[in-house]
Each structure stands twice: as structure tokens, then as C-alpha cells.
DNA sequence: GTCTATACAGGGATAGAC
DNA sequence: GTCTATCCCTGTATAGAC
């Protein structure tokens, strides 16, 4: 098309918000400028302001996006029977998922702090959901006596925390694959949580 | 208002460094304004250039100094022998250092894409040191048969990531204390990296 | 639907009075 | 050593032309 007047709603929409998770991630949220989202896309900054009321929102709706797709895909996933299968499961999946959205993941837990109360509740309240998914199946690994976790909660945050740890350093062509990465991180889930290989003391 | 005559260059310096810190770990780096770290200081935004050349120094300067005291801290740290216990004590380390300083660690962790190029340069080779450290002791502890950990580095970051994660949540007075807390990282930690069934836990 | 132009607040940093 | 005053830039967001 030669004129660049026409209609661009539905392409323009997806675009702000790729450009914005993209500088978000690399510059920080308070960093970046909406001047600069709408260079990115190429447009002039005012013109953001028919597809987002404000830049708090467009922080708030990737954030709000990606958890809810997480959500949704560990929904998803095959049934899983006992513990360890679930464990190994939840595993894979969370450093497979984390891995192919490096941009979101890294906003979604470093821009917590730039979230106003009420965003930032609605994205807890997500990222809880999540976490409780993981103590779940901790606590029935413990109950059936093949975890040894002294606390499932403590537990849930060591391995996230291990898990999405995967992003600040995995890059795709590396020199480790995505599986090996996947079944390497899974091991080490499993061993931290007691695994019923060899014999477990807690005190 | 009575005009203040004193010289207070050895006070006010310190002062400064406190408020920037604070508030970078509350707001982020790029959200804090220099009128807002001389208001908690009781200056004018004026007075802090003259005891810091700009605000990006502010911040290299705290994150080089909490990395500077952790590997300082680290290598006081009383011999001990064998990579179980050198594991062991790590790990304990580790989560006190973090757990008393949760600001520095926050900054030191968050800000790094706020560093220009010459800081983070010079920060990144101060975390290498750290991490190298840890990843020597899984690597004897891999040659000495006591750990099975198929790739040192990524062992080393999976192990850091997890113990760091503890600042995430841990508040002083909470539902765990902070002895609890080391001995149950260290024993995930030691877990992970596929430790013997041998190992004794010391209540 | 997108543009230019702009309002208005606030940013970092400096100069010179006291 | 700290202050006031200020420079100049950049921030978000809006108004109105096309």
C-alpha cells in the first residue's frame, strides 16, 4: 500500500506491545520511555495512546498476559501420576516455557515494584496460583513419603527460584541444549526436594 | 531556619550512599531522582555533587561495594575441609550475608542493566569471582565422587539462584528463623547436587 | 487513525551567592 | 559546605489538524 494513513488497529496493537516488552526487558521499566516504544514501532509517541491508556497498563496487560498463559499451559498439560512424575513434569515444562519468553519472564519478575497496588495485586494473585500448583505436589510427595521437605512452602520458593534462574544465562544455540538443560534441572529439582533414591535424614 | 555552619563531609557521605540505596532497592534505580535522595539526606540536590560525580557513580559504587564485602566476607571465612562441608558452609554463608543485607543484594542483582559498559564490566568480573568460587568446590567435590552434577557452571547457577532467591521473601521476625532458614537451604543446596546418603545433619 | 505541536511536570547537573 | 536559582533535556499525556 502506498498510503500510510489507512487502517492499522489490529497490526499496530501487537506491535506496541512487542516493542514494549522488548525495551522493558532490556532497559527496565522506568527506563524506558514512550517515545521510545513508539520509535521502535514507528509511530509518533501520542499515537500510543489509541491502543493503551497509559504506560502503567501496558506494564500491567504483559505481565497480567504472560501469567495467564503460563497458567493456562501448565493447565494443559498431560495428567501426570505421583509425585515424581509431577515434579519432573512441572520442571520441564517451567524451564521449557521460561526459556522461549526470556523478555517476559524477566519483566514479569523484575517489574513487580513498578506495579501500582491494585495491578500489582491481580499479578500476585497469579503468580500465587502458580506457586501453589508446585506446593501441591510437594505436599503430596511428603505425605507419600517421597519427598523429604521439612517445609513445602520454603520448598516451592527454593526450586522457582532455582528453575526460572535458567534465564538469566541460557541462550538458544549455547553450548548446552534445551533438553539437556531441561533434564539437568529437573534432576537437580528432584534431588533438592529428597530424592527416594538413597536414604533421606532430616533431623 | 538558622543557617547550618559545620562542615559534615565525613557524615553526609555515608548518608548519601544509605539514601540512594534504600531508595534504589524500594523504587529502582532509573525511578529514583536525585532530589528525591538529597530530600531523605536533608540537602538540596545540589549538595550531592559533591560527594559523588553523578548518579550513575552512586550506583556502581554500592554495587561494587556489597560484591567487594562479599568476597571479602567469603574468603574470612574459617578453612573447612572436603567439599561437603565447604558446600555446606557456602551455602550457610551465603544466605546470612543475603539475608542481613537485603538491599545491597537487591541492587546488586536487579541494576545490572542500569551499569554503563566500563561498571558492569567491572561488576560482572567481581560476581564471576564469587561464582567461581562455588563452582571450584563442586568440582572437587566431583572429582572426590561426593557430588554427580553433569555440568559444574550450570550447577554453580542453579545452586546461586536458588539461595539467592531467599531474599525474595525472607523478612526478620517471620514464620522461619533465620538458623532454620540456613540449615534448610543448605540441606536442598547439598541435595541438589547429589550428595551421598551418608551425609550427617548437625542440629 | 495518525500526525504535529505542545502543555506541563520533573529529570540531572551546574553556577555563583552566602 | 550548602544554599538558591537556573539551564536544558526528557518524561507522560493531550489537543486539534489532516
Do not use: C
Amino acid at each position: 500500500m502506498a498510503r500510510k494513513t489507512g487502517s492499522h488497529s489490529e497490526i499496530t496493537g501487537p506491535r506496541i506491545r512487542a516493542a514494549a516488552q522488548h525495551l522493558f526487558a532490556r532497559h527496565g521499566y522506568a527506563a524506558v520511555s514512550m517515545r521510545q516504544i513508539a520509535a521502535e514501532v514507528g509511530v509518533q509517541a501520542g499515537a500510543l495512546y489509541l491502543y493503551t491508556p497509559d504506560k502503567q497498563s501496558l506494564l500491567a496487560d504483559l505481565m497480567r498476559d504472560h501469567l495467564e498463559g503460563l497458567l493456562e499451559a501448565f493447565a494443559d498439560l498431560p495428567p501426570a501420576s505421583g509425585p515424581e512424575a509431577r515434579l519432573d513434569q512441572f520442571a520441564r515444562f517451567h524451564i521449557g516455557y521460561h526459556i522461549d519468553r526470556p523478555d517476559a519472564v524477566f519483566i514479569a519478575y523484575m517489574e513487580l515494584r513498578n506495579l501500582e497496588p491494585d495491578n500489582f495485586s491481580a499479578i500476585e494473585a497469579l503468580r500465587r496460583r502458580y506457586e501453589n500448583a508446585l506446593e501441591a505436589i510437594l505436599r503430596d510427595g511428603r505425605a507419600a513419603g517421597v519427598f523429604a521437605v521439612p517445609d513445602t512452602k520454603l520448598a516451592t520458593l527454593a526450586l522457582i527460584a532455582m528453575l526460572t534462574g535458567v534465564t538469566n544465562w541460557y541462550r538458544e544455540g549455547g553450548r548446552l541444549g534445551r533438553a539437556e538443560v531441561e533434564a539437568i534441572y529437573a534432576d537437580m529439582a528432584r534431588n533438592a526436594v529428597g530424592s527416594p533414591a538413597r536414604v533421606q535424614h532430616t533431623a
